[in-house]
């Protein structure tokens, strides 16, 4: 399994994706800007160009005569995906930093970046994978469907939190306001983020298993 | 052993449903005396593949790719690897896409060979090479099998290469296995008969299938069903002849 996350990294994925988390993290750095679109980035492009590359390398064809069992060859490119996206929501986790020691004084219209903004962001993440890895995985080379289909359930999902972030003021404080202080409260906030986001990886990883069982290519 | 049929005929399904890429609606596969949906890590590590060609990530040099593969294969020998490439020709940082077919299939078949693949199976390897690089082709693989070590299935439709160095045939039309034998023994279990209208009518209901033209007719037939004392001039047909014949004998019933 480790030879395909490195196959992947080394050979399939250019390097260029890798430097990626930076310029998008560095989206970060705007003050008070909208900043659940910094991750809608790595999807809009990261995504497309990676999963392109795979299916114009044909890299389907050279896994399929690698002696490792279909289901070993699932979770290699699951983890790889998992991989890039903590790349991105760290980067711009410490990113987030400096924008708040630089800006110390912004009136955040949207979601501030503390660590319940990250909690939502994770969420994102969870949404776009039980989507997209289960329809990928229907063909294992055909991204279109599933790319549209995850971004635009993510989309609507960042659109109407943001919404109730900005109407609602339970939510808004609970953000932006007085919960931001309430350190307990924000941790609860990125862990029940990070637990969705495993559970709901694991969960699109099985579905995702048992598609590719039954492919034939 | 060469495995032929006419185009869609079955060659590559056949392949695949051997490398498990595709699911068998019924029957098993049996490599190297092993079931192949029991065994088939272990067994792909005895096979070395090469199905239509060099075809992924063309855009890599063959350094870039022969380090990821070989960490796949536990048998992986490096100075077989080595050996293979000097004695090929094949610069390891040229990219796959500057390489010529013939070329191609040498760098599979060095793969292949490092890994200690005992079994190779290669999907139309000549196709699409010159005369001069598939002569050069069929050579290595009779070297290769020439010490009993390595088995080599080769699907083609150049019939011609087998006629050179198969040992064995496996025809196949439809989907269906038409015969597997010794090359020898299956060219001889045909006859190609030429003769003119009257022997047609004799013999029509036997042949395989025929072709008339303005001196008479030519068909193939069954050995067990050719009579000598018809007096109709009979030869052992090319392996092309009953490819062609075969094929032939589809499009009459269609």
Known sequence: ?217 | MGFIGANGAGKTTTIKSILNMIHLDRGEIHILGKNMAEHELELKQDIGVAVGGMNFYTRSKIKTLTNTIKKFYKNWDEATYRNCLRKFKLDENKRIIELSEGMKIKYSLSLALSHGAKLLILDEPTSGLDPVARDNLLDIFQDLVVDGEISILFSTHITSDLEKCADFITFIENGQIIQSMEKEDFKESYRLLNGNESQLHQVKEKLISYKTNSFGFTGLIHFSNYDPSANIKATVPTLEEILIFFAKKEDMYV
Not at chain 1, 5 to 16: A, E
Not at chain 1, 64 to 89: A, G, N
Request: net charge positive; glycine share 6%.
């Open chain 1, 1 to 217: 399994m480790y030879n395909l996350v490195m196959k992947d990294l080394k050979l399939g994925i250019n390097p260029w994706f890798l430097a990626m988390p930076f310029l998008i993290g560095a989206l970060m750095f705007i003050p008070g800007w909208i900043y659940l679109l910094v991750l809608q980035y790595f999807f809009w492009i990261s995504v497309p160009n990676i999963f392109g590359q795979f299916k114009a390398q044909n890299d389907l064809m050279l896994t399929m005569t690698l002696p490792v069992s279909r289901k070993d060859k699932v979770k290699p490119r699951i983890i790889v995906i998992v991989i890039l996206e903590l790349l991105h929501i760290f980067v711009a986790m410490i990113f987030s930093l400096f924008t708040i020691r630089l800006y110390p004084n912004v009136d955040y219209f949207f979601f501030a970046p503390y660590m319940g903004f990250w909690g939502i962001c994770f969420v994102m993440l969870a949404i776009f994978n039980i989507i997209f890895i289960p329809m990928y995985y229907k063909t294992a080379y055909k991204y279109g469907a599933a790319l549209i289909a995850s971004v635009v359930a993510t989309l609507l999902f960042s659109g109407v939190v943001q919404w109730l972030g900005i109407q609602n003021n339970f939510v808004f404080d609970t953000f932006n306001g007085s919960g931001a202080d309430d350190t307990t409260l924000q941790l609860f906030i990125l862990l029940a983020g990070i637990t969705i986001f495993a559970v709901f990886t694991i969960v699109a990883y099985n579905i995702a298993i048992k598609r590719f069982e039954k492919v034939d290519i």
